[in-house]
């Protein structure tokens, strides 16, 4: 654990950011904003900037190394959630990465398909050339040692067929990047076999990007000690049964995952969208992360598929994206799949260690009346004098705010 971070959460902001120079973390020149003309090249229409607060969750104890996590979200109490389940993991021995596979899957859709035994005949005969092609496409990735690995067609109903396709695009997400092949091959498709191609799109089902994380608790270091340990197990159990439940369960883990996507520049639809279908693959929506008591310890696993990356796109071009990479120092997007699991795990048992002891609410009070004491008007000096008052008068409400600062 690094000294730097410390107390993380009870310095000022200014102290803050004299940790992370400390510990070599920070670049002045991220103080100044971005020049408009920047995001103006990324996106259409563009008027403003839109604001977030990106905070840090130091000291992730992953694989025996340490790793400070930046955040960005709107919600409170998301990151003081990921920072006290760390602490607590990193007091059990941190988390394991149980194991990992990363490619991207891309789909071309054939339809019109009466005869599929002669599209699979082409598809066969063609293996070496449909390669090549794509090599042809984006030689770039191949000098990476990426690109096109394996496809397999299958027959879908309603005369449809699809190729599905598995690309390796290295540290970058890759949508670019299989998009480039998919419709090299199409083009292929449609002149040279007069096939009827429907469309040609990544996947952001990404089971071939897949990362499944641990972690064992002595329930001895939990309040409340076995009976804690035995709740946390039961939520899961119950998140298994009731999709009502496993959707505000998973919805617990994507706080972290999607403050961490936000961070790193990724692309939070991607991402979201896989998870949730990744959790109802089986045909019933299931938790992403489960919790069972075995020898009487708690053990936590996760299993998400992450389509994200490190390099690409707008990642290359946003300062604050550069500065979370370098907070994170991670050198690869394997990395960043297995840091962002073992968040998504933390925010999991920080959302159920509450829940099943204390209830949610009273972490959230104190966040909560600082938002409504600063909604009131409160200047700075004041705003602990407010939030004070909400919480003993049991009342976190717009009206006592204004009331309190009016006298
Ligand atoms: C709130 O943003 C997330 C939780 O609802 C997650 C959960 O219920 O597991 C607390």
Redesign the pocket.
């Known amino acids: 654990m690094s000294k730097s971070f410390k107390q993380f959460y009870k310095k000022s902001i200014k102290d803050r950011i004299l940790a992370l120079k400390d510990e070599n973390l920070y670049d002045e020149s991220l103080d100044l904003s971005t020049d408009p003309e920047v995001f103006n090249h990324i996106i259409e229409n563009y008027v403003t900037t839109y604001e977030l607060g990106l905070g840090v969750a130091p000291d992730f104890l992953i694989e025996g190394k340490y790793f400070n996590i930046p955040m960005v979200t709107e ?1 409170p109490s998301v990151v003081a959630g990921a920072t006290h389940a760390a602490k607590i993991i990193e007091r059990n021995g941190g988390f394991k990465i149980e194991s990992i596979k990363r490619s991207m899957i891309g789909q071309i859709i054939f339809r019109d398909v009466s005869d599929f035994e002669k599209l699979a005949s082409i598809i066969k005969t063609e293996e070496q050339h449909l390669h090549q092609l794509a090599k042809e496409a984006h030689p770039d990735i191949y000098k990476f040692g990426g690109g096109l690995k394996s496809f397999k067609l299958e027959q879908k109903e309603f005369e449809f067929a699809c190729l599905n396709l598995v690309v390796d695009t290295k540290d970058a997400m890759g949508a670019n990047t299989v998009n480039t092949i998919l419709e090299r091959l199409t083009v292929h498709f449609r002149e040279n076999h007069q096939l009827n191609v429907l469309m040609a799109i990544l996947s952001n089902l990404a089971t071939e990007s897949l990362v499944s994380a641990s972690v064992t608790i002595d329930p001895r270091t939990l309040k409340g000690d076995i009976n804690t340990a035995k709740a946390i197990a039961d939520a899961s159990l119950y998140a298994s049964i009731d999709p009502y439940r496993a959707t ?2 998973n ?2 883990i994507m ?1 972290g995952v999607t403050a961490l996507m936000l961070a790193t520049g990724n692309d939070t639809r991607a991402v979201e969208a896989g998870a949730h279908a990744f959790a109802a693959i089986t045909g019933k929506y299931q938790p992403l992360a489960k919790w069972t008591l075995e020898n009487s310890k708690l053990i936590g696993r996760i299993t998400i598929p992450l389509n994200i990356g490190i390099i690409g796109g707008s990642m290359n071009i946003l300062p604050k994206v550069k500065l979370s990479r370098k907070i994170l120092n991670i050198q690869t997007a394997e990395e960043l799949m297995k840091v962002t699991a073992c968040l998504g795990l933390a925010q ?1 048992f920080a ?2 260690y509450a ?1 099943t002891t204390d209830g ?1 609410n009273r972490g959230h009070m104190r966040l909560h009346a600082r938002n409504i004491a600063l909604e009131a008007g409160a200047s700075k000096e004041q705003i602990e004098e407010v939030v004070q008052y909400l919480i003993e008068s049991n009342s976190i409400s717009l009206e006592k705010a204004l009331e309190f600062l009016k006298k």
């Open positions: 919600e505000t369960h919805k617990g706080n999991n959302a159920l829940l949610i």
